[in-house]
């Protein structure tokens, strides 16, 4: 496995190593000990998460202010623009995002850490989309950015559609007026 930092370094793109012939193909979609080295520190996964999108529909971006959760998150079917938004108040990064196309054909992962949003938008006609949290999920302590928040400029790749996003999303707090983890 390779691991790919991103702009914001503490966010990383995993690349399996996927042997292929003509029966298909073959990779480790998780291994602890490759992880914890890419990572630098060990992590526990406590909760495993499956989702299915339409095309232009837009998740996020989630976080949670008690109870954060990392995210190892992977595409099984389709194809996602993925983003992570530092929502650490006191780390030199906050608001700053990073973005990457994963998808079923690529089949990189992206490791988004503890203190970060995370949200998607489906590229392909529908996506399924699996990831591990390393806290489990607690309603009461998650909160929501707005995926069109100005003071982050995130460069959705919607073209003139606006996205499908739920009601939760539609309401989500600007960034200035955001709880921060």
Known sequence: MKALPLALPE????????????????FESFNEAAFEAAVGSPRRFVQDNHSRSAKGVLRGLHYQVRQTQGKLVRVCAGE?????????????????????????????????PEGYAHGFLALSESAEVLYKTTDYYAPQHERCVRWD??????????????PLLSAKDQNGARLRDAESC
Do not use: H, Y
């Open 149 to 162: 928040d100005p003071d982050l400029g995130i460069a959705w790749p919607c073209g003139q559609d606006a």
């Open 11 to 26: 966010v990383l793109i995993l690349e399996p190593s996927v042997r292929t012939d003509d029966r298909g193909f073959f």
């Open 80 to 112: 996602i623009f993925d983003v992570a938004v530092d929502m650490r108040r006191a780390s030199p990064t906050f608001g700053r995002w990073v973005a990457a196309v994963l998808s079923s054909d690529n089949k990189r992962q992206m490791w988004i």
